[in-house]
């Protein structure tokens, strides 16, 4: 079954928002998860702002792009903030469009504007920001004479209803997606007296906090004696002083060295990639035939539900036996598999990693090499699993033929 693709948003891009993107977003996240953001609001009917349902192979063929290119770009959108993506039990996907930051919100982002200085130099940090600004016009002698709500409309008991529901309307991009894995936020809540904030725990204060934390890599002690000193002597609490010291104390505790955000080492990608694909996405991508994804998508299903393996570990089980084979062999080949890798101390996404890229199985750190990687072996002299599963094969075969 193919993989379906519907996408929604609730406002149309303005010209503002085309520059931000390219000025603001384009140096952070590359052209090319840019060339897929404006693409997928290219797919949107200008009045409903939904497209029209798309399959994964029809949106790849007018992007011309590979599936890794669409993935990796969808992923960058998402950590940015100008995407969510939803997927239901079929694996279809509901892609929600959010509007990028404006110049002011981007620049002052605690993580967003470090992250950009970081990765454009100041000097021209300054003057994209200097893009942003408008004059100054000085009220400072002048009357607002402008005429309160009151003083031109009066109230009129009305039973009437309110309407809700999911109206067009900007909803702009939260900022940067950052995990709170790392960061007991409820834990900082509760040593923290959240009646000094004026409108109470929002949750753009949430983010706040999670996000001040992240880019300074601040302690829990740290956070807390920062909100302390972040309440006026009114009793009330300033998020802005909040930044603000959050900064100072990054600059102190590191000699004033400049913030600089890097991207992960990729070296790694490979595990987090394969630990994380769909069933769909993998075999896709090793196959790159829709027809074989179909034939094979449910025995790759049964595999994933009867192993006593995370899938990561199983997709590279897959990615090896398909490697080997061009194909995807019975359940029992796989069965007969897991437990030769568990007898040999194959139990985490890494250590199944090592093993398909080099042989080598991590149990006690000893070296047991594959047959096939001993190129002192005349001939292929296959594993007793391999022997068992192929039997299984023929017997199935057989049976069924």
Known sequence: METKVNIYSKVSLSLEDNNCLILLY????????????EFLNALLDKQTLTSKTYTIDELLTLLGWKLKKFTDSRSRLEAIGLLETYADRNNNYKLFIKSPLTYKNFIKDCTFGIYLKSKISEPLFNKIAQNAMLPNVSIKDDTNISKHFEEVFT???DETECIDGNFRGRKPSRGANISTDGFDLDLFISKIDSNYMRD????ELEKKFTATQYTYGLTMEQMINLYNESVTNDGVFKID????KAINTFNYLNDNHKLKFEEKDKSNDVIDIFASKSAHELLL????DETF???NINKVRKIYETLDYEPGIINFMIMKVY???RSIPSLNYFVKISETWKENGIYSVEDAYKYTTTGEYPLNNNKRINPKYNTNNKGYDIEDWQKDALNDIWKEENFNG
């Not at 109470?200 to 949750?203: D, N, Y």
Request: no cysteine.
């Open 200 to 203: 109470g725990l929002t949750a």
């Open 285 to 288: 991508e090793l196959s790159g």
């Open 293 to 295: 994804v179909s034939l």
């Open 26 to 37: 384009l140096p952070l996240i590359g052209s090319e998860p840019v060339i897929l953001y």
């Open 155 to 157: 109230f009129v008991l």
């Open 241 to 244: 002083t909040f930044v603000k």
């Open 323 to 325: 490697k080997d084979k």
